[in-house]
């Protein structure tokens, strides 16, 4: 998405368009609101019942036990906005019903309005921040959204992903130069193959050193791509930050990770569901034949048991990424569902990785995360109390974003107080 074709289309009827589509206060907020929510779960581990939640401009400045409130969300559980740790934001289908990709013939305005739809999907889901690994098109959609200029969760992104197992380690250490001038939050590192032909290693540890190397030396985090337990465990001795996926993860380096204090973002099942449910979206491009569907159909079940075993692993940081694409968006918390309901994860822990964890993970603990005095108003409402019935993050009804309401399904914003 190039910024002359967003000054020239999303500037003007896209972005007025959805914008005339928000609730009261969306467009812009001053002075002090405040929701009342039957319980808070404040990302830390904490419960606060019949609570209610202060914002001035776009900062929490109090929580309290006050009955007047701007916004009653009786009956409701009030979180900090949740945070995914790798969904890929601009992923879409086209016109025809098929996954976008360069050269499919849609044109660079279908692009943009697309990538803001989905943008839009995934704050209606409750998620007001992600982390996009891997798209250029990333930048623009990121700044416009941060400017106000259209809605969306705020984004981090690594623009695009390193790959290239042919390059030197002085070519690599350049690039992630290049990717720093270029405006990226963090560095998205191939180390293996995709889980649809085999996951094996294709990154040396002498690359993932420079790599990552370089990466510190500039202040970005790596978010490295590993699926083979060789892969993974190169990138942890290559002191990369994160490690993304790891469905063939030995119990040794899930150990490993935990003395080193790497993260790890494993997935629970949305990404294979929503491969194997919209196949015929995907079928015939790449690695999208019988192969990979096999492949996906076989990662469900492995998937299960690595994050079992992460979760048993003491010490070891965990992160709460989807791996969102197209046909996902808006459906993020599926991965909670999946872990309380079929991994047997902790309700309260699934919430804090998917809030506080993630925040801390990329570096934010300080900013978005958990609701406190000081933080960014970044809150979502869920009808019931997911720590009883973890479905209930399906049915978000509130979503404020900087002390913003993008969303508000159950009551009229009385008059600021």
């Given at each position: 998405m190039k910024s002359a074709v967003g000054a020239r289309f999303l500037g003007t009827a896209a972005a007025i368009t959805i914008l005339m589509a928000l609730p009261p206060g969306a467009r812009a907020q001053n002075g002090t609101v405040s929701i009342r929510a039957s319980r808070v779960i404040d990302g830390r581990g904490n419960v606060i019942e019949n609570a209610r939640v202060v914002v001035s401009g776009s900062r929490i400045v109090a929580v309290d036990h006050e009955t007047t409130a701007t916004y009653d969300l009786t009956?409701?559980?009030?979180?900090?906005?949740?945070?995914?740790?790798?969904?890929?934001?601009?992923?879409h289908f086209n016109n025809e019903g098929r996954l976008h990709r360069r050269g499919d013939g849609?044109?660079?305005?279908?692009?943009?309005?697309?990538?803001?739809?989905?943008?839009?999907?995934?704050?209606?889901?409750?998620?007001?921040?992600?982390?996009?690994?891997?798209?250029?098109?990333?930048?623009?959609?990121?700044?416009?959204?941060?400017?106000?200029?259209?809605?969306?969760?705020?984004?981090?992104?690594?623009?695009?992903?390193?790959?290239?197992?042919?390059?030197?380690?002085?070519?690599?250490?350049?690039?992630?130069?290049?990717?720093?001038?270029?405006?990226?939050?963090?560095?998205?590192?191939?180390?293996?193959?995709?889980?649809?032909?085999?996951?094996?290693?294709?990154?040396?540890?002498?690359?993932?050193q420079a790599m990552c190397g370089e990466a510190t030396a500039q202040g970005l985090r790596t978010l490295v791509h590993?699926?083979?337990?060789?892969?993974?465990?190169?990138?942890?001795?290559?002191?990369?930050?994160?490690?993304?996926?790891?469905?063939?993860?030995?119990?040794?380096?899930?150990?490993?990770m935990a003395r080193r204090g790497t993260w790890f973002d494993p997935q629970c099942g949305l990404v294979f569901h929503n491969y194997l449910d919209n196949w015929s979206h995907f079928e015939g491009l790449g690695n999208y034949n019988a192969e990979g569907k096999a492949s996906m159909e076989k990662g469900i079940g492995l998937a299960l048991d690595g994050y079992r075993r992460a979760l048993a692993t003491p010490g070891l940081r965990i992160a709460y990424g989807?791996?969102?694409?197209?046909?996902?968006?808006?459906?993020?918390?599926?991965?909670?569902?999946?872990?309380?309901?079929?991994?047997?994860?902790?309700?309260?822990?699934?919430?804090?990785?998917?809030?506080?964890?993630?925040?801390?993970?990329?570096?934010?603990?300080?900013?978005?995360?958990?609701?406190?005095?000081?933080?960014?108003?970044?809150?979502?409402?869920?009808?019931?109390?997911?720590?009883?019935?973890?479905?209930?993050?399906?049915?978000?009804?509130?979503?404020?974003?900087?002390?913003?309401?993008?969303?508000?399904?159950?009551?009229t914003a009385a008059v600021p107080r």
């Open positions: 009956g409701m559980t009030l979180l900090p906005g949740f945070i995914d740790a790798h969904d890929h934001v601009d992923w849609e044109d660079e305005v279908e692009a943009a309005l697309s990538s803001a739809g989905e943008a839009w999907r995934i704050l209606q889901g409750g998620f007001t921040t992600v982390q996009s690994p891997g798209s250029a098109a990333d930048r623009d959609l990121r700044d416009w959204i941060a400017s106000g200029r259209i809605p969306g969760p705020r984004i981090l992104t690594s623009l695009q992903s390193l790959s290239n197992a042919s390059l030197s380690a002085d070519s690599l250490r350049r690039l992630i130069q290049d990717r720093e001038r270029a405006g990226a939050d963090v560095i998205k590192i191939f180390a293996s193959e995709s889980i649809r032909t085999g996951g094996a290693q294709t990154m040396s540890l002498a690359q993932l590993a699926h083979s337990d060789a892969s993974i465990r190169a990138a942890v001795m290559a002191g990369c930050t994160q490690i993304e996926h790891g469905i063939f993860v030995a119990d040794s380096t899930l150990r490993l989807t791996d969102a694409v197209a046909g996902a968006h808006g459906r993020e918390v599926e991965d909670m569902v999946c872990l309380v309901n079929e991994v047997g994860a902790d309700p309260m822990r699934v919430l804090t990785e998917a809030t506080s964890a993630n925040a801390e993970s990329m570096g934010l603990g300080d900013r978005i995360g958990s609701i406190a005095p000081g933080m960014e108003a970044d809150l979502v409402a869920v009808v019931g109390n997911p720590l009883q019935d973890i479905t209930t993050v399906r049915n978000v009804r509130f979503v404020m974003k900087g002390g913003q309401v993008f969303r508000n399904d159950r009551v």
